[in-house]
């Protein structure tokens, strides 16, 4: 069965701070991969995703992932985090162009301001 | 905002009561999805419709069912709540799904309560 990993449940960075945050698969074939943003008290919001192309996928609010195929991993980025980016990030899959999605268990992201 | 609301946002009910919680969307979108979303678990499927009439199992299906009569109605009943099914309940709409690489739209949720 296909499977979603976040390497860490919880992250605390300083404003300014770089961010990387981790997803790995696990699904041999053709994906589609997603990163869901949940503000506190909000529902999910699509940050980015990967359907073909270029590897490296630009999205909302500056952060960005990149699809390294050879790893199975779709790690999100941002150089310089706000206040603001509180919140718990969702890395998504789905597998093989079918209907269904598959959410890993979330990064619940802390700045300090 | 797409337009999704969700009906009741809370509930509170007893261990062996049925529940049916609505999802209404005007956006005219084929698909829609029932997600439960608990602390360690992230967000898991139940069950989905990519039409009218026309309803699948997610990975949570179990003590869940779905109708879907008219496109903008997407209904989920738990027949005999349990305290497991303590959880927030989010809505998601889609217009052309996920194979074809759509996104998915949530709702604002619904919390519900077992006791």
């Known amino acids: 069965a296909q499977s979603v990993s976040q390497h860490n449940h919880h992250v605390i960075l300083s404003e300014a701070a770089s961010l990387e945050l981790g997803c790995n698969y696990s699904y041999g074939g053709t994906v589609n991969l997603f990163w869901y943003v949940q503000y506190p008290g909000q529902h999910l919001q699509l940050l980015l995703k990967y359907f073909s192309g270029d590897p490296l996928v630009k999205g909302i609010k500056g952060f960005e992932a990149e699809f390294i195929k050879s790893k199975f991993s779709f790690n999100l980025r941002k150089p310089s985090v706000q206040w603001s980016d509180t919140a718990e990030y969702f890395c998504?899959?789905?597998?093989?162009?079918?209907?269904?999605?598959?959410f890993g268990k979330g990064t619940r992201l802390h700045i300090l301001p | 905002d797409a337009g999704i609301t969700q009906s009741p946002r809370h509930k509170v009910t007893e261990t062996g009561t049925p529940v049916t919680l609505r999802c209404h969307q005007t956006?005219?979108?084929?698909?829609m999805y029932w997600y439960r979303q608990d602390p360690g678990h992230g967000l898991r499927l139940i069950h989905y419709?990519?039409?009218?009439?026309?309803?699948d199992k997610g990975e949570v299906s179990d003590g869940y069912s779905v109708s879907r009569s008219k496109t903008e109605d997407f209904l989920l009943t738990l027949e005999s709540a349990t305290s497991s099914q303590t959880s927030v309940y989010f809505c998601?709409?889609?217009?052309?799904?996920?194979?074809?690489?759509?996104?998915?739209?949530f709702g604002p949720g619904t919390r519900l309560t077992v006791t």
């Open positions: 998601a709409i889609s217009e052309s799904g996920l194979a074809g690489g759509g996104e998915q739209y």
């Open positions: 956006e005219n979108h084929r698909y």
């Open positions: 419709s990519y039409g009218v009439k026309d309803t």
């Open positions: 998504a899959v789905n597998a093989n162009r079918d209907d269904k999605i598959i």
